[in-house]
């Protein structure tokens, strides 16, 4: 068990030295970091001064130790579009990508669930295909355009909701939110839809099908012949056994929601993380697009190690299969 | 496998119009022309394609201008609402958007760029999986550890995710300003490279099967070179599942392409592909001329569903098990 995790700990170590060394070959030679900081009539000696403060006359590999060594301690340089730290305006908007990450999977978790079960318990009403149709349409339509669908109807159209930014918001500390204003919420309503409705579609398919199966099992057989309430059989039984899947696959997948934020942010124009970067991509704004790819990265690392551990602590049959296959 | 065999030996016997003549019924005859049939919302989700395919193929042809020809252009056509309104114009048969331009002839330019930049992503990523995914296979050892390793992490992040970085990267290696050809070229390597493993994935695990049955055994004793071995005796036999692949990664590239142009990291607006116009449609939402954004999504959301039917039927009819 400790032997798994140790190895599991060095694999993701492995990963994110990779991922370091990605981000630090796009600071140091996608561009040169210098004349992206000076205009144009700053003399050679200033450039030099500037590249002399920076360190990038040191050998590169005293470079990358003190770059990763930064991005340890959170310091990730300074953006070229804002002059500020990176890790300032990162920290700044990230209650918003976590927000709006959260709510959106809650979202996804509560109606794939509902729908899941009963598509698979009314296996051919006209409600359980119109719900396999609208799992199809989910995953064939580009978010944006879902996004864009939701603003022309409850915005332009019948005006109940924002189409754009976070509403009012209440300071916490460094955290800000929007759960506790009338227009935060309302503000959050779409975004979230928007965001939750790809992984609701998986939630759905993987209920129905897991719900499927477990109802031919015996001990839902058994448990007829016991004489319990339908709703007991469905829920307390079946249900149940299902949710385990379910909870991997969410929490597996948080990460993707917070990747996919890029895309709703920007259509709804959300103060958040995703906007950052999308902004830092077509300014070519290189640390903040490092620094990005490295929280995400991190995020990605730590929730696999954390599900692989949590498995074979759930699961006694992994552990030992693991153990006899290495 | 050795129904290969049988027409390759047959082919080289007869005459080459008898080929084509013999490939024609082969095909009719097949099992999967027989599914293909048998499912009409396979059949119907084909024409769409194929009427798609037409579309941007003709596109010069059917549409009413030139979009990209600002000579074509005029002011005083702008944001004409589509033709079946009140204040519709002949000939735009959609409406116009803020330069006059035709949002019909638009669409069908548009369609053109996101069909041409989806294929080329498609087959260099195509090429470069196949391409890794049989080296690992067949060499095996450090250099399959290596490929897999890479393939595992990347898999672990969303493709838009890599795509938008690569586009970043190229953006900042070759100056801000590309033009659109190579935009487009950006495009389809960000693409390729997002969608790699996949395929690698698949032909590694088929060629793993392959390599120790006696066919490989006897090209390798006649002494064939391994190249050789894996192109042409190999890879002939993994390229089911890499159909169906492809096909649903037609769809998956259509999307990034759409998406990374709805992000203004895609196609320019001088050469706008459906995401750019999606994108372009989107700020005239709130003055309630949504016919500039309306059309283009239609046209995106059809096709790209479309295409997810067709890969859905291929994967099942070419899935002996479910036969």
């Not at chain 1, 209440?170 to 839809?193: E, R």
Request: aromatic residues 10%.
């Amino acid at each position: 068990m400790l032997a798994f995790a140790l190895r599991r700990a060095i694999q993701a170590i492995g990963v994110m030295i990779a991922v370091g060394i990605i981000a630090f070959s796009m600071f140091r030679f996608a561009g040169d970091p210098v004349s992206q900081m000076v205009s144009l009539d700053t003399t050679n000696a200033e450039r030099a001064a500037i590249r002399q403060s920076l360190g990038l006359d040191d050998p590169v590999v005293v470079q990358f130790g003190r770059y990763i060594a930064n991005a340890a301690q959170f310091k990730f340089g300074v953006s070229y579009q804002f002059r500020l730290p990176v890790s300032k305006l990162l920290t700044e908007r990230m209650p918003a990508t976590l927000e709006l990450a959260i709510c959106a999977t809650i979202f996804a978790l509560v109606c794939g669930i509902l729908m899941g079960v009963y598509s698979a318990l009314r296996r051919d009403t006209w409600l359980a295909h119109a719900f396999q149709a609208i799992s199809l349409i989910g995953i064939s339509l580009p978010t944006f355009l879902i996004g864009i669908l939701l603003i022309y109807l409850f915005s332009v159209t019948l005006g109940w909701l924002p189409s754009f930014g976070r509403g009012d918001v209440v300071h916490i500390g460094w955290w800000t939110t929007g759960l506790l204003t009338l227009s935060g919420l309302k503000a959050l309503i779409m975004p979230s839809i928007t965001l939750g409705l790809f992984q609701m579609t998986l939630i759905m398919r993987l209920v129905r099908a897991e719900m499927l199966e477990v109802m031919r099992t015996d001990y839902i057989r058994f448990a007829r012949a016991r004489g319990l309430t339908t709703r007991a059989i469905h829920f307390g039984h079946a249900l149940r056994n299902t949710l385990i899947p379910v909870i991997t696959v969410v929490g597996l997948q948080f990460g993707s929601v917070i990747a996919f934020a890029i895309i709703t942010e920007t259509v709804f124009q959300w103060p958040g993380m995703g906007l950052l970067f999308v902004q830092a991509v077509q300014n070519v704004d290189i640390p903040i697009m490092a620094a990005y790819l490295m929280m995400v990265s991190l995020i990605f690392v730590t929730i696999n190690f954390v599900v692989d551990i949590l498995y074979t602590i759930v699961d006694p049959r992994l552990r030992s299969t693991v153990s006899r296959a290495h | 496998m050795s129904e290969a065999v049988v027409q390759h030996q047959v082919e080289e016997r007869v005459s080459p119009g008898a080929v084509h003549a013999g490939r024609f019924r082969r095909l009719v005859d097949s099992d999967l022309f027989y599914s293909f049939r048998r499912s009409r919302i396979t059949m119907v989700a084909a024409a769409v394609t194929l009427a798609f395919f037409l579309l941007a193929i003709f596109a010069s042809v059917l549409a009413v201008q030139n979009p990209f020809d600002p000579a074509q252009l005029q002011l005083m056509n702008s944001r004409i609402s589509p033709l079946w309104t009140a204040d519709g114009q002949s000939p735009f048969l959609l409406g116009t958007d803020e330069q006059g331009r035709d949002v019909l002839s638009a669409i069908l330019y548009g369609l053109r760029i996101s069909l041409v930049v989806g294929i080329l992503g498609v087959i260099f990523s195509g090429a470069l999986g196949i391409l890794l995914g049989l080296t690992a296979g067949y060499v095996g050892g450090a250099v399959d550890g290596l490929i897999m390793r890479i393939a595992d992490v990347q898999l672990s992040f969303p493709a838009i995710l890599i795509a938008l970085l690569i586009n970043g990267i190229a953006k900042s290696v070759f100056g801000n300003r590309l033009d659109e050809m190579s935009m487009l070229g950006v495009l389809v390597l960000a693409i390729g490279l997002s969608f790699w493993v996949q395929y690698a994935r698949t032909v590694r695990g088929s060629v793993m099967v392959e390599k120790n049955k006696d066919y490989v055994a006897a090209a390798q004793l006649i002494g064939l070179p391994a190249p050789v071995i894996m192109l042409r005796h190999v890879l002939p036999n993994t390229m089911g599942p890499i159909l169906v692949i492809a096909t649903i990664n037609l769809a998956l590239a259509i999307i990034t392409e759409a998406t990374l142009s709805f992000l203004g990291s895609g196609m320019p607006e001088t050469m706008p592909s459906l995401g750019t116009l999606i994108r372009i449609g989107n700020n005239y939402l709130f003055a309630g001329e949504w016919w500039i954004v309306a059309f283009p999504g239609l046209a995106l959301a059809v096709l790209i569903l479309s295409i997810n039917l067709l890969g859905d039927w291929l994967r099942d009819a070419l899935n002996p098990k479910l036969r």
